[in-house]
């Protein structure tokens, strides 16, 4: 088992960039896929990024494909997500989440077995 804290959440200016990071306890984290997903208010969960396992392959969702970056660090357990070019659009409370799918980098929500309490990214106009 597997417990993710993300950290990094907050308030910026359209345009302007913010970084979070999700730590992951356990000895086991480069055998995790992990993702992030975003759910704004009154909509649905949704994918942003996917990173595999020794972070060779990422994968993005179409609208954050250029802005946004996923990165893991597996001495560190942990994974990240640098974010670019914001809009307000991108405002939602952000999770990260771990997979032990074996079919790859996975998008869907329902694959990732862990998930962390999320941490609020506002992005005024």
């Known amino acids: 088992q597997v417990q993710l804290v993300e950290s990094g959440g907050g308030l910026v200016q359209a345009g302007g960039s913010l970084s979070f990071s999700c730590a992951a306890s356990g000895r086991t984290f480069g055998s995790y896929i992990m993702g992030w997903f975003r759910q704004a208010l009154g909509k649905e969960r949704e994918f942003v990024a996917a990173?595999?396992?020794?972070?060779?392959?990422?994968v993005y969702a179409d609208s954050v494909k250029g802005r946004f970056t996923i990165s893991r660090d597996n001495a560190k357990n942990a994974v990240y997500l640098h974010m670019n070019s914001l809009k307000p659009e991108d405002t939602a409370v952000y999770y990260c989440?771990?997979?032990?799918?074996?079919?790859?980098?996975?998008?869907?929500?329902?694959?990732?077995?862990?998930w962390g309490q999320g941490t609020q990214v506002t992005v005024s106009s």
């Open positions: 989440a771990a997979s032990l799918s074996l079919t790859g980098v996975t998008t869907k929500g329902s694959t990732y077995d862990y």
């Open positions: 990173i595999s396992r020794r972070g060779g392959s990422t």
